[in-house]
């Protein structure tokens, strides 16, 4: 299987920065999409921004401009920098990846971290 292990989540000050890391490891073909997704208390899962193989972006309106995704392909991880934080993306944080799983019959599936919790304060 595929283990994801998230960090870089914590408090911060509106205005602030955090970076967030996601580190894919176990039996891993290849890696297609990367994305980070957050989920409000008493508010659905919604896309924060992904990454494709051929590194092209894709924002949710609400952090264009102020977050940014990236990808390390050697290193299987995908990160997250989030500049101009607003206490309207305190959240819990995941990370997807969409993963060509290293099988005698490789097949494509998605993998979720646990989530990392991110707080902004006013």
């Known amino acids: 299987q595929v283990h994801l292990v998230e960090s870089g989540g914590g408090v911060v000050q509106a205005g602030g920065s955090l970076r967030l890391s996601c580190a894919a490891s176990?039996?891993?073909?290849?890696?297609?999409?990367m994305g980070w997704y957050r989920q409000a208390p008493e508010k659905q899962r919604e896309l924060v921004a992904e990454?494709?193989?051929?590194?092209?972006?894709n924002y949710s309106d609400s952090v264009k401009g102020r977050f940014t995704i990236s990808r390390d392909n050697a290193k299987n991880t995908v990160y997250l920098q989030m500049n101009s934080l607003k206490p309207e993306d305190t959240a819990v944080y995941y990370c997807?990846?969409?993963?060509?799983?290293?099988?005698?019959?490789?097949?494509?599936?998605?993998?979720w971290g646990k989530g990392t919790l991110v707080t902004v304060s006013s």
């Open positions: 176990g039996a891993i073909f290849s890696i297609n999409t």
């Open positions: 990454i494709s193989s051929d590194s092209s972006t």
């Open positions: 997807k990846v969409d993963t060509i799983v290293a099988n005698f019959r490789p097949y494509d599936m998605d993998f």
